[in-house]
Each structure stands twice: as structure tokens, then as C-alpha cells.
């Protein structure tokens, strides 16, 4: 069951956070993306049981935080001793797929990008990421913590199936939640978005997020650097 969340209480939240956020980049001369978002923080009362969960939760939002259109994506593909991606390459291009700006095999991620440098290069060069879901296990230990601490999980998308643009262009249309510890955090909204937008994005995440975990402690809203802002907080 969701908590009971005043939509006039977000409200104020997200006008807060975009002043803020407002006025970090006016005296700023960074260009860094993450600085935009909002994020929804969950305190929950009991470790969420992640057995058999290794792979992020999808959490559809009214207002996308991504455009295929003008999202530049890397595509982590299946393939065996670097033979496959040329496959997937001549997909992409022949279908004229949308958003997907890079395409790498498995295997040339364990070689061309070893080195830490190599992988924070990486993970600066695009906007989004997405994987097979058949190789997301696997990915981790290949690309580093950075994209970890980035917030740029992959995102799982099935290329079993024919339909890649479908999928691609479904996976942009979610936020992801990732099933660790007690204290989860996932985006919500972008401050470059009309506040409405943003308010209606945070509602339906919370009632998404409710669905996929335990009893709920509380809920804030924070954008990168930011204070957490108190959203609610359940009575004992």
C-alpha cells in the first residue's frame, strides 16, 4: 500500500529543489548532467529481500526523463570472442534505431577498457547506458564503480526478441530502482522540467516504489547535492 504523500507538500519540495538547483548552476561553471535531477530517497523498515533480484526495477513515469530522440546511448551487446557486436551494429544501423549513438561487445569492454581512466571516459561520453539483460550479472566488475557512483547503472533491455526499438524506446520511458540496503534512492524528475511535471513523476514513483517494497519508514526529495526535503514519514 502507498504512503499517504500531500501532493502540496512535493509541490513545495520540488519548487524549493529547482530554485535551488536554479541557482547552484547560475554560480557554477560545471556542465556535469546529474546536477539536474531530482531524486526520491526511501528509508525503508526492513532490508528489501533481493534474492533472485539482481536486476533494477523499472518504474514507468508520466513525463520521461529521457528522449530517444535526443538521448545519446551506449549499448552493451552480447557476443563471443568478439564476434557478435558487428551483428548488432548492422541492427542498429539498418533499423535506423533511435538514441543508440555506441555499440560494444562484452568483449571489448574486458580489453579496450580495462583501465579506470579508460572506464571514466566511458561512462563521461554518453547520456544513458542500457545492456542485454542476458549479460547484466556480468557487468559490474567490467565497467568500475564510477558508473555506480555516477548513478549510470545499465539499463536491462530484452534483444532476444526483434522489436530493439520498442525496447529501447520503453526503457526510456522508466526510472530504475535498485533493491540494496535499507536507504533507496531513485530519480524522479529533472529541474529543467515544468514543476507540475515534476510533482506528477514523484507521485506515481511513489506508488510504484510501494508495490516493489517492504513498509516504507519515510520519504524525501533531494536533487544531487542538496539537503534531503522531508516528504513524509510514517507514524509509529
Not at 499517504?4 to 547560475?26: F, H, M, R, T, W
Not at 526529495?221 to 526535503?229: F, I, M, T
Amino acid at each position: 500500500m502507498a504512503p499517504k504523500v500531500s501532493k502540496a507538500q512535493v509541490g513545495k519540495a520540488v519548487d524549493a529543489l529547482i530554485q535551488y538547483v536554479g541557482k547552484q548552476n547560475e554560480e557554477s561553471t560545471s556542465l556535469i548532467e546529474d546536477e539536474d535531477f531530482l531524486y526520491l530517497v526511501i528509508a525503508l523498515k526492513k532490508m528489501p529481500d533481493t534474492r533472485g533480484k539482481d536486476k533494477p526495477v523499472p518504474i514507468p513515469l508520466p513525463h520521461p526523463l529521457y528522449s530517444v530522440e535526443d538521448t545519446e546511448v551506449c549499448l552493451f551487446v552480447k557476443d563471443h570472442k568478439g564476434e557478435g557486436h558487428k551483428e548488432s551494429k548492422n541492427k542498429v544501423k539498418a533499423e535506423k534505431i533511435p538514441g543508440i549513438a555506441k555499440v560494444i561487445g562484452i568483449s571489448k569492454l574486458k580489453t579496450k577498457y580495462e583501465s579506470h581512466e579508460k572506464k571514466r571516459q566511458l561512462c563521461s561520453s554518453y547520456d544513458l547506458f542500457m545492456a542485454d539483460d542476458r549479460i547484466l550479472p556480468s557487468l559490474p566488475k567490467l565497467i568500475g564503480k564510477t558508473f555506480f557512483k555516477k548513478k549510470k547503472h545499465p539499463i536491462p533491455v530484452k534483444l532476444a526478441g526483434k522489436d530493439w526499438a520498442g525496447q529501447i524506446r520503453k526503457a526510456c520511458g522508466c526510472t530504475y530502482l535498485h533493491l540494496k540496503g535499507s536507504s533507496l534512492t531513485v530519480r524522479v524528475a529533472k529541474a529543467t522540467q515544468e514543476e507540475a511535471h515534476c510533482v506528477e513523476n514523484i507521485m506515481e514513483a511513489i506508488e510504484g516504489v510501494a508495490k516493489k517494497v517492504p513498509a516504507i519508514q519515510a520519504l524525501y526529495l533531494k536533487s544531487l547535492d542538496s539537503v534531503a526535503l522531508p516528504i513524509f514519514e510514517a507514524k509509529e
